[in-house]
Structures are given as structure tokens and as C-alpha cells.
């Protein structure tokens, strides 16, 4: 069993690198919510586009992916431990980490970025963070969602008692996943209407929250049902396609079409061509690209080495320490005259190098591996 799972730590890593990238590359021009930014947004250009495209592309799939991947082991975990350890255990391993993001690293990180030259940090906290006057949950908004699913996973099974007959269920075919495409896709353009993205309650940006639950749901199923070592080859193969086409002639004739490279953007939401667009496209690509992920790591890294196995134990402090890091060499490469595409390549490159390093560390303390 244990030689099956090393692909989904190597995944993993894989997202947790990419997440520092997708976060880098807003500050140097892509659309999207960061603490920093260090080009000016207000002029469309090659790179900003370039940018855009590449956030859009991962937004789609790869938050949905983590939560998959965390769910898988839902099942295993609460059946070994009963309702209250495992609830413990997770409140460990989500709760004291978001906690030390909320009050410690993400103010301090927003105030070295934005406001050191204004005021002290004690007066920062005493106006801001103290009061609740702001959030501070910036990635960590992850744990803060996976600790509601914990909760409404663990009222599930207190409830159905396991009266829910298990049966056998296969891999979605390609009809089920076009289904489930649309239905996601409508159901994000409805949420939408309301929460924006890049909006909702406690920093939780609900519009893509039906492809986060349905993955959600579809870990634990596929923990159940051993969906992700018997991806069939041919739903791997066409949903690659799919993924591929969606990314390189839909989405760049969607955006011309709908007018956003003449500066009229609205994809966010609304009832308008350019966010039901969006919403449609989402879902076809985020299925594609995690079906062909899923296979393709299952087939060629399903191993582990020592460097490999090291990045993977210090992946989920890397997650939660990547802002400051990122915002530290954004500052410190502000004003060096290469183009802002150099700068988020070698800024990317630096963090993950820094980060995985400074991670590394931190583990070492004492008691942090219990939580990290």
C-alpha cells in the first residue's frame, strides 16, 4: 500500500512548488489577489497576459487537486482512530498551523510589505490584528476550509453509523465527467453571481468552491474504490486532450472574443458572456489536467528517494512559510532593470530553493514535526 501512495506525496510537492510560482507570478503582473505587487497592472501587455493565462490555468485545477489528495486519506485515518482522535489529530495538524499564519506570519508579512514605512508593527497589530479589523488567513484559508469539511466529514459518518451500502463503483466515463464538467461549470457561474472571485466570507473565495467539494468527495470515494491506481489509459488519454485544447485555442479565443485583451474584464462574475465563459471552461480543464497528473505520476514517480522524500516531509511548512519568502525577494529584486518575466523565473527559483531550506529547519525544532 505504501509503494502506491508515493506518487501522491510526490504530487504534493509538485503543487506545493507550483503554488509558490502561481503566487509569484501575480506579483509581477498575472491577475489575481497577493500581498505585493511589483509591475503596474493598469497597461495590458505581453507578460500580463502570458501571466494571467498561467494563474488561470492552475487556479482551475490545482487547489482542487490538494484537497483530493487530502480527503484520500480520510477514510483509513478515521477508521483507525475513531471520531474524537481523529479530530484531534486534525485540529493538531490544521489548527496550530493556521493559527501561527493568522497571527504571526501573515501580519507581519503584510506589514514589512505594505506598511513598515508607515507605522510600528506593534501599532500594525494593535490596529488591525487585534481588532479583527482585517484577515489574515491568505493561504492558509486551505486549513481553514479543510478543518469545516473535517467537521462535516465526522458528522457524516456519526450519522449514517456506515449504514450506507458499499458498493462497488467504477471510474467515471468520459459521458459522466462531460456531465460533471457542465454541472460544476453552472454551478460556479451561480455562486458567482454572489461571491466574485476572489471574494467571500473569511477569505474563502466561494466561487470555486463546488469543484473543491465535489473533489473533496470524489478522495474519499476514490480512497474507497481504488479510482486512482486504475485510471483507465484511454480517459487519461482524451481528457489530455481535452486539458490541452481548452488551455491553448479555447482560452486565448474565449479572451478575444469576449473583449478582455481590449481591457474589458469580467470574468470574475456576474451575468455576463465573459464570466459564464470562464465558469464553463474551468471544469473541463481542472478534470483534464488532475486525471492526466494522477495517471502520469502513479506511472512515472511513484517511487521515492531520499531528496524526494525530503521535499515531501517538509512540503506542508513550505506551504505555510512561502508568503514572507516570496515577498522578501520581490523586495529585494524592486528595481533591478531586467523584465518583470526574468525577475518572476528568479524570484520563483529563489523562493522554492529558500523555502523548502528555511522548512527544513524549522523542523528540526522541537515538537514541530508533530504539527508540521
Known amino acids: 500500500m505504501k509503494n502506491r501512495l508515493f506518487f501522491l506525496d510526490n504530487i504534493r510537492t509538485f503543487l506545493t512548488m507550483l503554488l509558490i510560482i502561481f503566487h509569484t507570478a501575480i506579483a509581477y503582473g498575472a491577475s489575481g489577489s497577493w500581498i505585493l505587487d511589483d509591475v503596474d497592472k493598469s497597461e495590458i501587455n505581453a507578460t500580463i497576459v502570458l501571466l494571467t493565462i498561467f494563474t488561470g490555468v492552475c487556479q482551475a485545477f490545482f487547489m482542487g487537486l490538494f484537497f483530493l489528495i487530502s480527503s484520500y486519506f480520510f477514510p483509513t485515518s478515521y477508521e483507525r482512530k475513531g471520531a474524537f482522535q481523529f479530530l484531534k489529530g486534525r485540529l493538531v495538524r490544521l489548527g496550530i498551523p493556521l493559527l501561527i499564519y493568522y497571527f504571526v506570519i501573515g501580519p507581519m508579512t503584510v506589514w514589512y510589505a505594505k506598511f513598515r514605512d508607515q507605522q510600528t508593527m506593534v501599532q500594525f497589530y494593535k490596529d488591525n490584528v487585534w481588532s479583527f479589523r482585517w484577515t489574515f488567513f491568505g493561504p492558509a484559508w486551505f486549513l481553514e476550509a479543510s478543518i469545516y469539511f473535517t467537521l462535516l466529514y465526522i458528522l457524516f459518518r456519526l450519522l449514517t453509523k456506515d449504514r450506507i451500502t458499499k458498493k462497488s463503483i467504477v471510474f467515471p466515463n468520459s459521458k459522466t465527467l462531460v456531465t460533471v464538467a457542465i454541472a460544476l461549470g453552472l454551478s460556479a457561474f451561480a455562486v458567482r453571481l454572489v461571491y466574485p472571485t476572489g471574494t467571500g466570507p473569511l477569505e474563502l473565495q466561494l ?15 476514490a480512497q474507497r474504490q481504488g479510482w486512482l491506481e486504475q485510471i483507465p489509459g484511454k480517459i487519461e488519454r482524451l481528457w489530455k486532450w481535452v486539458a490541452l485544447i481548452g488551455v491553448v485555442p479555447v482560452l486565448p479565443l474565449g479572451l478575444i472574443l469576449t473583449g478582455a485583451l481590449d481591457g474589458d474584464v469580467h470574468f470574475d462574475g456576474g451575468f455576463n458572456m465573459q464570466a459564464l465563459f470562464y465558469a ?18 502513479h506511472r512515472r514517480f511513484n517511487t521515492m528517494n531520499a531528496f524526494s522524500k525530503w521535499l515531501s516531509d517538509n512540503a506542508y511548512t513550505v506551504y505555510l512559510i512561502h508568503p514572507p519568502v516570496v515577498v522578501g525577494w520581490t523586495i529585494a529584486f524592486h528595481g533591478v532593470g531586467v ?34
Open 339 to 372: 523584465p518583470a518575466i526574468i525577475k518572476w523565473i528568479m524570484v520563483s527559483a529563489l523562493s522554492i530553493a529558500v523555502c523548502f531550506i528555511v522548512a527544513s529547519a524549522i523542523r528540526m525544532l522541537p515538537y514541530a514535526k508533530r504539527v508540521f
Open 207 to 221: 466561487g470555486y468552491f463546488p469543484s473543491y467539494i465535489l473533489l473533496f468527495i470524489a478522495g474519499i470515494i
Open 280 to 297: 464553463m471552461w474551468e471544469p473541463f480543464i481542472c478534470l483534464g489536467i488532475i486525471i492526466f497528473l494522477l495517471s502520469y505520476f
